[in-house]
Structures are given as C-alpha cells and as structure tokens.
Nanobody, 127 residues
Framework: QVQLVESGGGLVQPGGSLRLSCAAS????????MVWYREVPGKQRELVAI?????????????KGRFTISGDSAISGGNPKLTVDMHMNILKPGDPAVYYC???????????????WGTGTLVTVSS
C-alpha cells in the first residue's frame, strides 16, 4: 500500500504564494498520472493540475499562469521517494479549498494500476 501526505497549506493573503507538497510513502514501479484536486464543501471536486507521464501538463483555466505542478522521484536513504509539488502564486479569493494530490500508477510490476489519495491540506486566502 501507499500513503500520501499533503503539506504546505495555510493562511495567506490575496496575492501571496504557497508551495504544496505531496510525499508518497514508497516509490512506484510506474506512474500514470500525478494530479492536484481541490475541494470546497458543497461544491464538486475540481481538477486543478494534471501531470500525465505520457502527455502534456494541463491546468484548469482559473489557475493557468499562476500554479505550477512538478513531480520528482529520487533515492533517499536507499529508498525511492516520490514527491509532487505545486507552486501557487498570486493566490485569489477563489483558491481556498482542501487540496489533494492523488497519484495513479503501479506499485510493482505485479500489482494492478490504482489511485492513491492523501487526506489533503487546507489553503485559506484572506486579508
């Protein structure tokens, strides 16, 4: 199994910046997509940014030019680590939400493709 932990959320003033980070508890054999969603109570979950390993990076229209998604895999202490970051600039009143970073892929060559979710990190924009 894989545990994902999102971090970096917090309170920021309009126009400010945050860097969200998502760390997986283990490496993946292969990754299909790395995504950031956001969710506001009472509203449908919104896809914010998607990093498809076989395609281009895409953003929802409202964050284009302000948010940047990136993914990185590395070896740390002999163990593979996977992180997915999202740099958020010029934050606006429409950005507050709980942000999630599900990762879809194969843990090993013997397991089926699955999508793993963390518990999210809260972003608040207020003056």
């Amino acid at each position: 199994q894989v545990q994902l932990v999102e971090s970096g959320g917090g309170l920021v003033q309009p126009g400010g910046s945050l860097r969200l980070s998502c760390a997986a508890s283990r490496g993946f054999f292969s990754i299909s997509t790395m995504v950031w969603y956001r969710e506001v109570p009472g509203k449908q979950r919104e896809l914010v940014a998607i990093l498809d390993t076989l395609g281009p990076i895409n953003y929802t229209e409202s964050v284009k030019g302000r948010f940047t998604i990136s993914g990185d895999s590395a070896i740390s202490g002999g163990n593979p680590k996977l992180t997915v970051d999202m740099h958020m600039n010029i934050l606006k009143p429409g950005d507050p939400a709980v942000y999630y970073c599900p990762i879809e892929g194969w843990i090993t060559e013997f397991t089926a493709r699955a999508k793993y979710w963390g518990t999210g990190t809260l972003v608040t924009v207020s003056s």
